[in-house]
């Protein structure tokens, strides 16, 4: 599996950025795609996850009602839509995919441990 982040880039506070992973390879490992985020000294920490099969989706709670996933199955492409964006949110963003379907336990979606597959990171910065 192959994951080919896109979307990042510099806003002012208040602005907007929608994120792209492209997913390639072995689909059906694919049942679960993630966006995590990481900034400068700080965990690797869960932003939004989609089941695929269900299309049910979880946000990280400080994103909530300002983030939100959508996807493109003929593109294989899910994308996260990034609003109102504040300078908490600078961080290297990563896509990650995964093959359980549903959560286990409670917010199981945003333990890296789930995931198998990364990206490389895309850069966003909130100034």
């Known amino acids: 599996v192959q994951l080919v982040e896109s979307g990042g880039g510099s806003v002012p506070t208040g602005g907007s950025l929608r994120l792209a992973c492209e997913v390639s390879?072995?689909?059906?490992?694919?049942?679960?795609v993630a966006w995590f985020r990481q900034a400068p000294g700080k965990e690797r920490e869960g932003v939004a996850a989609l089941y695929t099969k269900s299309s049910v989706t979880h946000y990280y709670y400080p994103v909530k009602g300002r983030f939100s996933l959508s996807e493109d199955k003929t593109k294989n492409t899910v994308y996260l839509l990034m609003n109102s964006l504040n300078p908490d949110d600078t961080a290297m963003y990563y896509c990650a995919v995964g093959p359980y379907e549903s959560d286990y336990y409670a917010d199981s979606w945003s333990s890296r441990t789930n995931y198998n597959y990364w990206g490389q990171g895309t850069q966003v910065t909130v100034s």
């Open positions: 390879g072995v689909m059906w490992q694919v049942s679960c």
